[in-house]
């Protein structure tokens, strides 16, 4: 299952960065973080939803690890909490309860075995991509259109700016991916699920 959006990974350990790059980096884009400090700075910076996926090794910054994940406890960030894996060497049983009360979906003990966490990472993105985001919304031509994923959110925000409501293949990718390649027809199928969407409003 191919994703172009990256699987975040904080992790400091070498060995396993190694691991992480032979096992899922054939498959999918992956953004390292080797410091807690520059993957809180990439997460308050980075877009609504995401990142999607979250691998995280606590050891190296449990306080601090534990302190961001308390505050998804607040029902009004829950909403926001990544679909997120543990990777650790602690097996203690309320660091466990922790993270799961929090929402941690899954939580792996080391020695990582390479087609565990293969198969648990392609478990979690059919997850994410079966459960539809609905927290995104606009207005289209005075109703409002309230069950948008983000994507889809954007595209019709760029359609909306744009005087005659179309908008070349290239601008639309470089608004809505930025500088991020993806396949071409996955606007296309953005595009078609967002028409869907729309019809119902008279909206062709």
């Known amino acids: 299952m191919l994703t172009n959006e990256p699987i975040w990974v904080l992790e400091s350990d070498v060995a396993c960065l190694s691991m992480y790059h032979q096992t899922l980096g054939l498959q999918y884009p992956l953004k390292i ?5 520059a993957f809180a700075e990439a997460f308050r ?34 909403t926001h909490f990544p679909q997120t894996m543990i990777v650790s060497r602690n097996d203690d049983i309320d660091l466990m309860r922790f993270f799961m009360r ?56 760029v359609l909306l700016n744009k005087p005659a409501r179309t908008c070349p293949r290239d601008i639309m990718l470089d608004a809505v991916w930025n500088k991020t390649q993806v396949n071409r027809k996955t606007l296309d199928v953005h595009v078609f699920n967002l028409r869907r969407k729309l019809r119902p409003m008279g909206a062709t």
């Open 45 to 78: 910076g980075a877009d609504p939803g995401h990142p999607r996926l979250l691998i995280v090794e606590p050891e190296e910054h449990k306080a601090a690890i534990t302190n961001f994940f308390s505050g998804f406890l607040n029902p009004e960030s829950a």
């Open 102 to 157: 929090v929402g941690v979906k899954d939580y792996i003990l080391k020695p990582i075995r390479p087609n565990e966490l293969v198969a648990k990472v392609e478990r979690a993105l059919q997850q994410i991509n079966s459960r539809s985001i609905l927290i995104f919304r606009n207005e289209l031509d005075g109703q409002q259109v309230t069950n948008l994923t983000f994507r889809e959110h954007q595209i019709l925000t």
């Open 33 to 37: 973080f080797a410091t807690f400090e």
